[in-house]
């Protein structure tokens, strides 16, 4: 076969020769660059893959450490003062009714457990709020801490082009922790 091809190349014309072997380099270049692309995704692939496994090799490795210090910070905490996601949702509610917020709403909430653990959050949005009212609710809610803490928030005026007006516009996320009672 190779001495086929090859007849077949040196029956050819100069010109044709050329065109020939320019084709032949432009297929061979775009091949060499899809595969040094696919093995540079390769490489980086395994470097991730290998620090990942080599953290949770640490983690495993210090399993009770870790335990530990969970069982630890679990005892700090009173569990009749964790919140669940309902708790949580009544909490804040008459929390921003005592700081004089009118125009809030709660958006979706999450639930994540990881045994002792359960954190929950909750989308909490206000609309047209003074400052001094927003600044008194999130004082009230870092009194709460570490039961209840802001894990985002943003903030934005609530009318763009009128910016003696003090209204605010406020979205946060706000979480609890919840010490999950195992039953004997």
Known sequence: MIATIRAFFLSRLLREKVLILALVVIVVALWLSSA???A???VAETQSTSVTLAQQSKWLANKDAVE???Q?????FDPTQTLDGTRLLAAVSAIARDAGLRNYSTGSSEDLSTGQFAVHTLQFTVVRAPWSVLKGFCVALQQRSPYIGIEQFSVAAADRGNSSVDALNVSMKVSSVEVVRREP
Not at 72 to 76: L, W
Request: charged fraction near 35%.
């Open 72 to 76: 630890k910070a679990a005892n700090r």
């Open 68 to 70: 530990k210090a969970a």
């Open 40 to 42: 540079g995704r390769f």
């Open 36 to 38: 040094a692309g696919r």
